[in-house]
């Protein structure tokens, strides 16, 4: 730390704290009458002379060479600086300028400015060697101390008078500058305005508040009522699902390692139900698997398998319950497209649901399955929402009668179900299986003895023979594989799943007459159906 008076000794312990190292030479340090060093002019090669060097044809300089000085007629002239910033940011009243004249020396004797990171040998550090060749700017040297202090007097002026800087004298005027602080008076007048508007303001929230309240209640109003009825003619939906909700049941079945559940249409008063295969499968692999039946009253029963059938995705269970609600069994082969229908069963777990539509098609060939051996069924097509959880329910007609067992919707890829089509077994083919099943008796099915998939690759539909099962009713009638098999009877077949349910339509031993193509002759043939 130096003294304030340069002609005052400097302080020993801060020149020890700051000396050089013993042995160490400050012969580096140039003196005023020793020459500028300037370093060797680099090599440049002529491919950076021709990308980076002057334009073809001009010899200006764009810089000044190491050492070299700009010319003043190059300088660049410092913009005017307005009187509120060099009275902010301008030199203390009273101290000297401290720009030095272009080409000029700081003198070194100077006054040594007060700073907490100078050192006495500061002038001799490259870093802040104030006699540097190029000026970026005004220097940041501290001009003699700190800046003289405004007594309280001057602080309070309202108005002074600031001079523009020496750059600035021949172009700008003494310029007027409005200094103030913020009285007393003032603060007191902004406290009593916030107190007076916090009072006004929660004056009229309370205001608005009990307004309001009475508004919006009052206990003197008696909403109005009628006492017309609804009114539910015969034959209305409702009637309809009163009269039939109670012979639709909801299925639960439980395993040791998967649950299912569905609906179920009660057929005959000692208990018997008609349902869907693939919901009562599982209870008849597992002999610990538990199943229950429950009705639309809430009552929840045990059930057992009474039989099944896998091909027409049809099962009887039963159940020893009292008093039972019969469903009235309809005829599905008077249906027409455009029918209304009721789709009644137990959708995600959802007893006694009740969804509506028409018929949307008949004689649909549907595979619930990609295995070849599953069920295909003759499905009545409707656009009554189905989900899972209406499979075993009723399809009811207009007058309530059931005409299908609800079986199935269309999943697209992916699983996600489609919307409007749903299918169910008509009850004209649920009929007769039931009863076999309730007989004790196994269903047999007819059969032609062929395997086929779909001919979609070529101008004709119909049934392409995969192959023949030896010695079976095909192949005793002459079919081979190849053959495309496009009418039986008087039925068009256009995909092997058509072919499907027109043989099951029928019985074993009864004859019918196939049509096929080998190659492009078109034949006839005559096959006795055999059995399952």
């Not at 300088?75 to 101290?95: F, I, K, M, N, T």
């Not at 000029?104 to 100078?118: F, H, K, N, V």
């Not at 009552?299 to 057992?304: L, S």
């Not at 169910?424 to 076999?436: F, G, M, S, W």
């Amino acid at each position: 730390m130096t003294s304030d008076d340069p002609g005052q000794p400097s302080d020993p312990t801060a020149d020890q704290e700051y000396a050089r190292p013993p042995g160490v030479d400050d012969s580096f340090a140039p003196h005023d009458s020793e020459p500028l060093y300037s370093p060797p002019p680099p090599t440049v090669s002529p491919e950076e002379r021709a990308e980076f060097g002057r334009p073809a044809g001009t010899d200006a300089e764009f810089a000044p060479l190491p050492g070299e000085r700009i010319p003043p007629a190059h300088r660049v002239a410092s913009p005017p600086v307005s009187a509120g910033l060099a009275r902010e940011y301008g030199r203390p009243r009273g101290a000297d300028a401290f720009d030095p004249e272009p080409g000029s020396r700081i003198d070194p004797r100077g006054r040594e400015p007060e700073s907490p990171w100078w050192k006495p040998d500061a002038r001799r550090d490259p870093w802040r060697d104030p006699r540097s060749p190029f000026w970026l700017g005004r220097p940041a040297v501290f001009a003699g101390g700190r800046p003289a202090q405004l007594t309280p007097d001057e602080d309070a002026e309202q108005e002074e008078e600031v001079p523009a800087p020496a750059e600035e004298e021949s172009a700008a005027a003494p310029v007027k500058v409005v200094r103030g602080r913020f009285g007393l008076s003032a603060l007191l007048l902004a406290l009593v305005v916030a107190l007076v508007a916090g009072a006004l303001g929660g004056g009229a929230g309370y205001w608005i508040a009990n307004r309001a309240h009475g508004a919006l209640h009052n206990g003197d109003v008696k909403l109005a009522k009628t006492g017309t009825p609804a009114n539910r003619p015969p034959g209305s939906i409702a009637d309809l699902v009163k009269r039939v909700a109670p012979a639709v049941v909801s299925i639960d079945i439980h395993t040791g390692q998967e649950d299912g559940a569905g609906a179920g249409v009660v057929i005959d008063k000692h208990g018997y139900i008609l349902t869907n295969n693939h919901i009562v499968e599982l209870v008849a692999g597992d002999p610990t698997a538990t199943m229950f039946v429950t009705f639309s009253d809430m009552t929840r029963v045990p059930a057992r398998i009474v039989g099944r059938d896998p091909k027409t995705d049809l099962a009887v269970i039963k159940v020893d319950q009292a008093k039972l609600t019969v469903a009235s069994l309809g005829d599905s082969d008077k249906l027409a497209v455009g029918d209304p229908v009721l789709a009644i069963g137990s959708p995600l777990g959802l007893r006694g649901t009740v969804t509506q539509g028409i018929v949307s098609g008949l004689e649909r060939p549907i595979a619930e399955t990609d295995d070849p051996n599953g069920a295909v069924l003759d499905a009545i097509q409707t656009d009554a929402p189905i989900n899972p959880g209406n499979s075993g329910g009723a399809l009811i007609d207009a007058s309530g009668a059931v005409i299908g067992i609800n079986t199935a919707n269309i999943n697209m890829a992916g699983g996600n179900a489609t919307a409007g089509l749903g299918f169910a077994i008509p009850i004209n083919q649920a009929r007769p299986i039931a009863e076999t099943l309730i007989h004790g008796g196994k269903v047999v099915h007819a059969s032609i003895g062929l395997q086929t998939r779909s001919s979609m690759a070529s101008v004709r539909l119909g049934a392409f023979v995969n192959q023949v099962s030896p010695e079976g009713p095909a192949d005793q009638a002459g079919l081979k594989a190849g053959d495309v098999i496009t009418m039986v009877d008087s039925t068009l077949i256009d995909s092997s799943d058509r072919l499907t349910v027109v043989v099951q339509r029928h019985k074993p031993g009864d004859t019918v007459k196939v049509r096929y193509y080998r190659g492009n002759k078109e034949s006839d043939v005559t096959v006795s159906l055999g059995s399952d």
